[in-house]
Structures are given as structure tokens and as C-alpha cells.
């Protein structure tokens, strides 16, 4: 039999990756992977709404019936809290950050955007959970804001699960990155994706194209070539299903400033950040048409930015466009 290394193992062996590691980021980890478990049995059975109950009413076992990234959200949040490794969570759900009392001393905050593309549930399109971990930059006791507005360089680990037509765990800890498929008969992910890089070129593109009017003229250039040299065009309108594809098969994924959204849509912290460290450690590249996604400075907990991420090739088209029109 094929050996299967389950997350949980792969933590722990690549933790000597790490000297001074004192097992904390990994008890992170592996609490992030158990949420995950539940968030994707929660996910695929919301087909099922008649049988669970309509959101807000309460379902055979008397529980209320959540709205799926409020369940998400609380789901991550006690994970979380019952680690102990971690003194705060900031999260799309949240408005403020939110300090986790009984950990207040530990190393670590974590931010997520706990089920990105929630609005496709209906129509049963893939979604996902984004993840970002930092350790802290405040003294002990309760954390900071500045705990959360570190630059994307600065993250010690992020990832994002994929609940599509299997459900997937990729994370990076600054040493590559890797994939793990969810094996729903052993309640385990497994490592499927070792050492992921994504192609220097690519072919497909991923960019809302029905903004096109809207685009700045280096974006419109950039879809115009793309156009022009036959490659595919691919938009999910789930951003973890369209940067999940891009890593794996090449190409570009944006979402760009436009007339009606001038930062873009996409927020920094939670979704643009943990993508692009995962993006970069794969080989990739993630801009917002001027500068590193990494390097962008973080002033609130949701700001917005735009995006160009994928195949080193085709970002820097859309870089050197950018600077032929500004
Ligand atoms: P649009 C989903 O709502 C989301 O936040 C991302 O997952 C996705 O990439 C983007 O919005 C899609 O936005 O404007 O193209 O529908």
C-alpha cells in the first residue's frame, strides 16, 4: 500500500524544519485542518436544507441552522480558542479583531476569511477558507491591532481548504508548498500535492471580463493580448477555486481596480495576503499592478487591494503594461 502521510504526520516531521519550533505553529495547523473537517461536512450536505432546516430555524437536534460562514466563523473561532497557541483572530466576519482571553500570553494571531465565495453555496460552486498566521509583535497580554496589520512578509504560515469536488488543504510555511486531499473514509488529509510549483507561463485567464469598460487601459491591453493569443478564459467567481486552479495549471487570476470598485474588492489581510505568500512559495508572483502584494502596508483590518497573481510570465506582462501606461 501506497504510504500515506496524513497532515497531522507531516506537521510533526517537517516541525525539525523549524529549530527553535515549541510545537505551537503546529498545534495551530492541525487545529485549522480539524475546523476544516467540519466545515466540509457542513458544506456538502447544505444541498440538504430541507433536511437540515432552514438558516435561522433549528434543526432534529434542536440547534439553531447558521448561515454557513457564520458557522464557519464560530467553528474556526473555538478551534482556535481550544488550541491555546493562539491570543487573537481577526476574520471578514468580525469587524474588530477579536483577543482569545485564556491564550492572551500566546505566540500567535491568526486571520481568515473563514468561507470565501459563500454566495455560490446555492449553485454548488466550490468555496473555501483562507488562512493567515502571524506571531505577534505586542507585549504579553491582550493583543494588539498592530498584531493584525503586519505586512504579508512577515506571515509564519498560511493556506487556504478548498471544498470543491474533493476537499483540499494548501499551506505554506516559507519552505515550498503543499497539498492535502481530505480522505473522508479515514477522516484524515492525506498528502496529495508535495512540493507544488506552478508553471513559469501560463495560458488561461481569470479576471471578471464583464468589467472590461471599466478596467484601467493596461488591464484592457492585458485581456486584449490574452485574447488575442487564444488563451483560455476561466472565471469560477470563487477567488480560492480560481488561485487553486491557477497554481496548479498556470495562468492569472486577477481582480483588478476598477471605476466601481477603485481598491479593488478583495481585502489584503485575509484573502490577497495568506494567497500570495502561497503563490510565491509555489514560484508564482502576486502584485496589485505597482508593488508586492507583500509588501503593501496594512492600515485597517479590511482594506481592499487589487490583485494580479499567477505565472511569473504573465504577471509581469501586466506589470510592464502598467508602466507603459502610467
Ligand atoms: P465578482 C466571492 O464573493 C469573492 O469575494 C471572491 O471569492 C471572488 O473572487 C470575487 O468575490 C468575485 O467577485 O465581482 O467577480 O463577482
Redesign the pocket.
Known amino acids: 500500500m501506497q504510504s500515506i502521510i496524513s497532515l497531522d504526520e507531516f506537521i510533526i516531521q517537517r516541525q525539525k524544519d523549524f529549530p527553535y519550533a515549541t510545537g505551537e505553529l503546529s498545534g495551530l495547523l492541525r487545529d485549522i485542518g480539524l475546523a476544516s473537517k467540519i466545515i466540509s461536512r457542513e458544506v456538502n450536505k447544505a444541498g440538504l436544507v430541507d433536511i437540515t432546516g432552514q438558516i435561522g430555524t433549528q434543526n432534529a437536534s434542536g440547534e439553531a441552522v447558521q448561515k454557513l460562514d457564520v458557522m464557519a466563523d464560530n467553528l474556526l473561532i473555538a478551534s482556535l480558542q481550544n488550541s491555546g497557541e493562539c491570543c487573537g483572530i481577526a476574520s471578514e466576519e468580525n469587524n474588530t479583531y477579536v483577543p482569545i482571553e485564556k491564550s492572551k500570553n500566546a505566540k500567535y494571531v491568526v486571520l481568515f476569511d473563514p468561507l470565501?465565495?459563500s454566495?455560490n453555496i446555492d449553485v454548488n460552486i466550490s468555496i473555501g477558507t483562507i488562512f493567515a498566521i502571524y506571531r505577534r509583535i505586542s507585549d504579553d497580554g491582550a493583543c494588539q491591532l498592530e498584531d493584525f496589520l503586519q505586512d504579508g512578509v512577515e506571515q509564519v504560515a498560511a493556506g487556504y481548504v478548498l471544498y470543491g469536488s474533493s476537499t483540499m488543504l494548501i499551506y505554506t510555511t516559507g519552505k515550498g508548498v503543499n497539498g492535502f486531499t481530505l480522505d473522508p473514509s479515514i477522516g484524515e488529509f492525506c498528502l496529495s500535492h508535495p512540493n507544488i510549483k506552478i508553471p513559469q507561463k501560463g495560458s488561461i485567464y481569470s479576471i471578471?471580463q464583464s468589467a472590461y469598460p471599466s478596467f484601467d487601459r493596461a488591464t484592457q491591453l492585458f485581456i486584449d493580448e490574452c485574447m488575442e493569443a487564444g488563451h483560455r478564459f476561466r472565471y469560477v467567481?470563487?477567488?480560492v477555486a480560481?488561485v487553486h486552479r491557477t497554481l496548479i495549471k498556470g495562468g492569472i487570476f486577477a481582480?483588478p481596480a476598477s471605476q466601481k470598485a477603485p481598491e479593488g474588492?478583495?481585502r489584503l489581510l485575509y484573502e490577497c495576503n495568506p494567497l500570495s505568500f502561497v503563490m510565491e512559495q509555489a514560484g508564482g508572483m502576486a502584485s496589485n499592478g505597482k508593488e508586492r502584494i507583500l509588501e503593501l502596508e496594512a492600515t485597517q483590518l479590511h482594506q481592499r487591494c487589487p490583485i494580479y497573481m499567477g505565472s511569473p510570465d504573465m504577471v509581469e506582462r501586466i506589470l510592464q503594461l502598467q508602466q507603459e501606461q502610467a
Do not use: F, V
Request: no cysteine; net charge negative.
Open positions: 470565501d465565495g454566495s471578471n467567481g470563487s477567488m480560481d481582480y474588492k478583495l
